[in-house]
């Protein structure tokens, strides 16, 4: 189903604050990297077209981290798209650090956390990051301490809005006492909701809810499972259903799909445009 000119308003909108407004479908840059979410990928030209064809499309809101290679993701997103377009919100990440592929280790000491926030404007090639997330709580590190330096970069003007990762409802609101939390990413998809109170509690308080790994339909697309049997009644794909499912599931929800295919980011984007019944919705939450 190929993209139609203003399809992706039909994801509705959300406001990020100081960060500006987006559309509720955006793109995840994870994918953009090598195997192992690291170093190059085998076509960086690829790589490229996927994130212009993007924006060119309407996507204004892409999420990397100076993980992803590491620094390789950022580096792409500045060489496809530098001088940005006025409206494109790219957020980052720090706080997980790599020593090899698949290889993730939370480090959140403040002067790290720095450090890192003036890499990825450099690498960006911004002078405010619009929106900054704290990738992983450090538990070696007082989470105060984490959250204070963002509080500050903030205040110093390189970073417009704060997001934080993978955490639960007690931690956004230990953080919420040193700084305004714009979005949470956790991990959320039709197959594993895990986090639903915090989604709940996001909707509640008006937080962004970025769900990563948004479509891992895997058995649930199978044939003669529900998720399959809405596709095929409905002529698309299962990714599109799920990703319909997400955009209604709540207001605050903020999927960003990533591929390194241009016919999957096609189809991913679409499903903006898909509407599902009250019926498969109910169906869908029931799994």
Avoid at 6 to 23: K, P, Y
Avoid at 58 to 77: K, M, Q
């Amino acid at each position: 189903m190929p993209v139609q000119n203003g399809s992706l308003e039909a994801s509705g909108v959300f406001n990020l604050g100081a960060a500006g407004e987006v559309h509720r479908l955006g793109y995840g840059a994870m994918r953009i990297t090598g195997q192992g979410v690291w170093g190059y990928p085998a076509d960086q030209e690829n790589a490229v077209a996927v994130l212009r064809r993007a924006v060119e499309a309407g996507t204004d809101f892409i999420d990397t981290a100076d993980s992803y290679g590491p620094y390789v993701s950022e580096e792409l997103i500045h060489r496809a798209l530098h001088p940005y377009p006025n409206g494109l919100v790219i957020a980052t990440k720090a706080g997980l650090v790599r020593t090899g592929p698949g290889e993730w280790h939370p480090v959140g000491r403040p002067e790290y956390l720095r450090q890192e926030c003036e890499m990825s404007l450099r690498r960006l090639g911004v002078e405010q990051i619009a929106l900054f997330q704290l990738h992983r709580i450090d538990p070696l590190v007082p989470a105060d301490e984490q959250f204070g330096v963002l509080a500050d970069l903030q205040r110093e003007g390189k970073i417009a809005e704060i997001g934080l990762s993978e955490v639960g409802v007690e931690e956004i609101e230990a953080a919420r006492k040193v700084v305004r939390v714009a979005t949470v990413q956790n991990r959320y998809n039709l197959s594993d909701r895990e986090w639903e109170s915090v989604l709940d509690h996001c909707e509640t308080e008006g937080i962004g809810f970025i769900p990563w790994f948004p479509i891992a339909t895997g058995d649930l697309a199978k044939p003669g499972g529900i998720v399959g049997e809405i596709a095929s009644q409905a002529g698309i794909t299962p990714a599109q259903v799920a990703l319909a499912w997400l955009l209604r599931r709540s207001p605050v929800m903020l999927p960003i799909p990533g591929t390194a295919s241009l016919e999957h980011l096609e189809e991913n984007m679409a499903a903006a445009s898909v509407e599902l019944s009250q019926t498969d919705f109910e169906a869908l939450s029931k799994l």
